[in-house]
């Protein structure tokens, strides 16, 4: 199973195995308390798809484009993630944005779920 958490959220037993999916640590947050497995900034957007999208709602539909064909790329950094999966049963994907239903993590569980 893949979860998506808010790196500021609590860390719980729940959560399986963390994975934080951002280029960039999450603001204000330490180590200690982000309770991170795995930090796998080479899953994440790059750096000119991150600005462009901006957060921007509008924009929400080119940024899953643009960071699903760099995701075409990465398909032994999915294969891992995948493996992690099975390996721990529960694998949680960890981002800073304030919004969960539009970032990246939500991209990346979608194609790790298959769907495009």
């Known amino acids: 199973m893949i979860q998506l958490k808010r790196a500021y959220e609590a860390a719980e037993g729940a959560d399986g195995y963390r994975v934080l999916v951002d280029r960039l640590w999450p603001r204000g947050v330490t180590k200690a308390k982000a309770r991170v ?37 990465k398909a032994d950094l999915l ?11 529960t694998l949680t994907l960890l981002f800073a944005a304030k919004d969960e239903e539009r970032n990246n993590a939500v991209v990346l569980k979608a194609r790790l779920a298959g769907r495009r």
């Open 37 to 73: 497995d795995l930090w796998l900034k080479e899953v994440a957007p790059s750096d000119a798809a991150r600005k462009s999208f901006g957060h921007d709602p509008e924009k929400w539909g080119e940024f899953q484009r643009r960071y699903g064909r760099e995701l075409d790329e």
């Open 79 to 89: 294969r891992r993630l995948k493996e992690l999966e099975r390996e721990h049963k």
